[in-house]
């Protein structure tokens, strides 16, 4: 049973909260950050350009005096992912929507998708005036539910975006299956997966066709904005480097453009401060998962608490969020947002995250949208019909989700304890 919510023992009324102390907090950073940043001002050379903007720098993997910071990040990223190729861009949004067009896009085709995901990743579709189409989530892992993949494809249907929410891996076997038999293109969104490791091999990002990163200041490389596309694929890689580069060709005329594209280069001061990031991931990575398992060993056991699974083979996480199930009924009553009220009084930081699916924004269906799709011939689907078909995401929006940020499991031991005192107080009577 809960405490009463009405309980004065509770923070939220006046009682002594659990914590104090401020957690971790993100991004980490010190001198190594500066004297990157400090390096590239002082050489005058800023941008990519400055140096070899038309091809990919692979001469020296260990050096980086005097070569673009932006090339040797994209090496760095793309060896640590065990890729081929890698285009560093000016954010995540955009590195998806170079994908969907180096992988031939059109509008008017179908992209199968989750709806329990940040805007971008049906953002990225519709600025192609191509078509979201969602599966349900699986409710124990908050992914794409692949087994509805099949029954959605039909003939306009040319790519399925798996997102790796929270940086649990999708099932990538069953998603590739699939586009294998259908021909379908898998862009991974991976804006939440650096360093996400299957079977102790093959990277989150390299396991469909493209993936895409975002290094914007929450991920768990930042940079502030950023973002990376990367690929095994040489003819992907050719052309998402083109249309990032405003659709230039290697060794052609400066001012002579073969696709419309994007400027979407990464410049010199962001890719500095991601090399730094980089070397950091894989430590902070494994300080995630081993906080993450002493502590879902412990919220498991509370009721009405079940931390969301994570896939089988999954050898490396980066615990981007760390995610929990609440059955509000099933721990007594107290709703899921009063919950997070009162944990956050208790000084334990977290949230309900996304409040709504992707699909119940309000430009989904709106007259602008409709008219833009409208001057194409293209009917979107209405996209309030969703509700209907998509109940565990309707549940994890509104009644379910609780999310911690990866910032938490940074901490010792006595910050899990403390994050798990604060849980046991307002679930347990
Ligand atoms: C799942 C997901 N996809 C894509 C993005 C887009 O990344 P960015 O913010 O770098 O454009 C984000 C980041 O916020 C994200 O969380």
């Not at 941008?47 to 720098?57: G, I, K, V």
Request: proline share 4%; charged share 20%.
């Amino acid at each position: 049973m809960p405490v009463s919510f009405d309980s004065p023992t509770l923070a939220i009324n006046g009682g002594t909260p659990v914590r104090t102390r401020p957690f971790p907090s993100w991004p980490v950073h010190n001198d190594s950050e500066t004297d990157a940043v400090a390096v590239v001002a002082k050489s005058g050379k800023w941008w990519r350009c400055a140096y070899s903007a038309d091809e990919l720098d692979t001469k020296n993997t260990d050096q980086i005096e005097g070569r673009s910071r932006v090339d040797v990040f994209e090496e760095r990223f793309a060896k640590a992912h065990g890729a081929k190729y890698a285009v560093a861009v000016t954010n995540g949004t955009v590195a998806l929507e170079i994908a969907l067009r180096a992988a031939g896009i059109r509008p008017g085709d179908e992209v199968i998708t989750t709806p329990y995901t940040f805007i971008a990743t049906s953002l990225c579709i519709m600025n192609q005036l191509a078509v979201p189409v969602y599966t349900d989530i699986n409710p124990h892992s908050y992914n794409m539910d692949a087994s509805q993949i099949e029954g959605l494809i039909t003939k306009r249907t040319k790519a399925i975006i798996p997102v790796h929410f929270s940086g649990n891996l999708c099932d990538m076997q069953t998603i590739n299956a699939i586009a294998r038999q259908h021909d379908l293109v898998v862009i991974e969104d991976a804006a939440h997966a650096h360093g996400v490791e299957l079977n102790g091999s093959q990277y989150a990002g390299t396991l469909g066709d493209m993936g895409c990163f975002s290094f914007q200041e929450s991920k768990n490389v930042a940079t502030g904005e950023g973002g990376m596309l990367l690929t095994n694929d040489k003819r992907y890689y050719d052309m998402a480097f083109s249309l990032h580069h405003l659709g230039r060709h290697a060794g052609e005329l400066w001012y002579k453009h073969f696709h419309q594209g994007w400027n979407a280069r990464m410049n010199e001061f962001t890719a500095a401060i991601g090399i730094v990031q980089l070397e950091r991931l894989f430590e902070q990575n494994a300080r995630r998962m081993e906080n993450s398992a002493y502590l879902c060993s412990a919220l498991a056991e509370l009721p009405g608490l079940e931390p969301c699974r994570n896939h089988p083979d999954l050898t490396k996480h980066s615990h981007h969020l760390q995610m929990l199930r609440y059955d509000a009924d099933a721990a007594g009553g107290m709703s899921r947002d009063d919950l997070i009220d009162a944990l956050n009084a208790e000084g334990i930081p977290c949230l309900a995250g996304y409040t709504f699916p992707n699909y119940a924004n309000p430009f989904m269906n709106s007259e602008e949208t409709q008219s833009r799709y409208a001057a194409a011939s293209i009917t979107l689907p209405d996209y309030a019909a969703y509700t209907e078909r998509c109940p565990h995401t309707e549940r994890a929006c509104y009644s379910e989700a609780i999310w911690l940020e990866h910032r938490l499991l940074l901490g010792d031991k006595s910050d899990m304890d403390d994050i798990i005192a604060g849980f046991t107080k307002l679930l347990t009577k």
